[in-house]
C-alpha cells in the first residue's frame, strides 16, 4: 500500500518587508520559507523538518522503511526524517547529529560527529545489531565554492557506505544524500557491486534549484562487500 503524502498547495505569495537588520542573503531565505508549501505543510503536520517530505516521498516510491526494521539516521537533526520511520513502524531507530536533537518517542538519539574514528564502534553498539537500513541526509556547512561543497558531501556519503557495508544485514538498504558533480562516480561503482538495486532520485520536496539528490541502494548483497 502506497501510504499517501499530502501534497503541499500553493499559498498566496507573502511579500517580506525590508529591515535594515537582515542581509540580502537573509532576505532571500526568510521569502523563500514563508513562500514554500512543504515548510507550512511540515508545520501543519507536525513535522520537524520540510527534509521529512523527501523521505515520505522516498519511502512511497522505494518502500524503504519495513514494519520492525531497525534503521540508523546520520545527520538526523532536527529529527524530520527520524520522525517518519519512527511514525512508518520501524522497529527500532537510532538518530545521530552534531547538533542536540530534541527527543523523539520511540527512537534513541546520539549527538556526535560520525567522522570520528571511534563513532562506527559506537553506533554498532548502539545499534545492538545488523541494520536494515541506513540513511545519510548528513550535509557539512557548505562554503559556497561549488566543487569544494561536492566533494564535501560525496566524502560524507562514502564514510556512510563504507560503514552501511558493514552493519547491514543482508537484503538491506542505504540511502544518501549526494550532489550532482561527478565524482560520486567510485561510489556508484561499489554501490552496483555490493547491492541488486542502485538508483538516483530527486524526491520532489528536494528544491529544483538545488543540485542536491539521493542515491538509493536496495538488496545488500552482503557478505560479498568489498
Ligand atoms: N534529515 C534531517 C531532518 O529530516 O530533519 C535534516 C538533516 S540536515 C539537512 C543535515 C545534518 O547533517 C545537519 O543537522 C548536520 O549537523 C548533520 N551533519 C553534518 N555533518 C555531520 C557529521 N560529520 N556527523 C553527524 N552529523 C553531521
Known amino acids: 500500500m502506497t501510504r499517501p503524502v499530502v501534497p503541499p498547495s500553493r499559498g498566496l505569495s507573502v511579500a517580506v518587508k525590508t529591515a535594515k537588520s537582515r542581509t540580502a542573503a537573509s532576505q532571500r531565505w526568510l521569502a523563500r ?66 547538533l542536540p536533537i530534541d527527543p523523539i518517542h520511540g527512537a534513541v538519539i546520539m549527538q556526535g560527529d560520525f567522522t570520528d574514528p571511534d563513532m562506527p564502534r559506537r553506533l554498532t553498539v548502539a545499534l545492538g545489531g545488523p541494520a536494515d537500513l541506513v540513511l545519510s541526509d548528513m550535509a557539512p556547512n557548505t562554503t559556497g565554492h561549488a566543487a569544494t561543497d561536492h566533494i564535501r558531501i560525496v566524502g560524507l ?12 544485514a543482508p537484503g538491506g538498504g542505504f ?52
Open 175 to 226: 540511502v544518501a544524500k549526494v550532489f550532482q558533480g561527478g565524482s560520486e562516480r567510485g561510489m556508484l561503482d561499489t554501490l552496483k557491486r555490493n547491492f541488486t538495486n542502485v538508483r538516483h532520485a530527486k524526491p520532489p520536496a528536494s528544491r529544483k534549484e538545488s543540485s542536491e539528490l539521493y542515491v538509493v541502494a536496495l538488496g545488500f548483497k552482503g557478505g560479498s562487500s568489498d
Open 33 to 98: 520559507q514563508l513562500n514554500d508549501p512543504y515548510v507550512a505543510a511540515a508545520r501543519q503536520q507536525g513535522w520537524r523538518s520540510r527534509a521529512a517530505f523527501k523521505l515520505l516521498e522516498l519511502d512511497n516510491r522505494f518502500k524503504l522503511i519495513r514494519p520492525g526494521a531497525r534503521v540508523l539516521d546520520l545527520g538526523a537533526a532536527p529529527g524530520g526524517w527520524t520522525q517518519v520511520t519512527v511514525r512508518r513502524d520501524a522497529g527500532s531507530v537510532l538518530a545521530l547529529d552534531l
Open 157 to 168: 556519503a562514502e564514510m556512510a557506505l563504507d560503514f552501511a557495508e558493514r552493519i547491514l
